[in-house]
Nanobody
């Protein structure tokens, strides 16, 4: 069963950086595309970044291009490096996956949501 666990959240100053991590203890992630999602106060959950099953294909939301980087390794881990954080990036961040045939990661119905990790950006 695909079920993610997120970690790495915490208080960060405006302009600072944070790296989030997620993994799926009960699934082998090499057959899944993995995405990071955010849910800000009063907002719906939306895709921030995703990475395809092969690790070479990535996609990002327009607002985070050039600041966030998603990556994955051979040890069943997926990361989201967030740089130049601003107050507007304050949100709960979730990890989820989808089993795919191709290497794309956008426009899929993700599942296996973790509990989320909270990343407040504040002075």
């Amino acid at each position: 069963q695909l079920q993610f666990v997120e970690s790495g959240g915490g208080l960060v100053q405006p302009g600072g950086s944070l790296r989030l991590s997620c993994t799926a203890p009960y699934a082998k992630l090499d057959v899944y595309a993995v995405g990071w999602f955010r849910q800000g106060p009063g907002q719906e959950r939306r895709l921030v970044a995703c990475i395809g099953r092969g690790g070479s294909s990535t996609d990002y939301g327009e607002s985070v291009k050039g600041r966030f980087t998603i990556s994955r390794d051979a040890e069943n881990m997926v990361y989201l490096q967030m740089n130049s954080l601003q107050v507007e990036n304050t949100a709960v961040y979730y990890c989820a996956g989808v089993r795919t045939i191709d290497t794309a990661c956008f426009h899929y119905k993700y599942y296996g949501w973790g509990q989320g990790t909270q990343d407040p950006v504040s002075s």
